[in-house]
Nanobody, 123 residues
Framework: QVQLVESGGGSVQAGGSLRLSCVISGYTYNRRCMGWFRQAPGKEREGVAG????????YYADSVKGRFTISQDNAKNTLYLQMSSLKPEDTAMYYCATDPSSDAIWRMTSRYWGQGTQVTVSA
């Protein structure tokens, strides 16, 4: 059974930093595509960043480019999201997801999701 467990969320002031972690277990597919997503109250879930094919290709939402960095540690089966220069509009529940299909990550239809970790940024 595939499980994803996020951690690292919290409350910070604007301009601060946080690093989110997502430990993935039970994943046995040869190909692994991963992503971070977020959902603020009253808003739809949106893609934040994705990473594919062993980390050789990644993408970022325009709203986080230059501030967030997605990375992975294959030895630890862990996905990271380093968030810097945080803004109040980054406040949301952050989720990680994984799937053999990069299209599923892009379309947010991944078959495996974590439970989320809350990030709150105060002005």
């Amino acid at each position: 059974q595939v499980q994803l467990v996020e951690s690292g969320g919290g409350s910070v002031q604007a301009g601060g930093s946080l690093r989110l972690s997502c430990v993935i277990s039970g994943y046995t597919y040869n190909r692994r595509c991963m992503g971070w997503f977020r959902q603020a109250p009253g808003k739809e879930r949106e893609g934040v960043a994705g990473i594919y094919t062993g980390g050789r290709w990644s993408y970022y939402a325009d709203s986080v480019k230059g501030r967030f960095t997605i990375s992975q540690d294959n030895a630890k089966n862990t996905l990271y999201l380093q968030m810097s220069s945080l803004k109040p509009e980054d406040t949301a529940m952050y989720y990680c997801a994984t799937d053999p299909s990069s299209d599923a990550i892009w379309r947010m239809t991944s078959r495996y999701w974590g439970q989320g970790t809350q990030v709150t940024v105060s002005a």
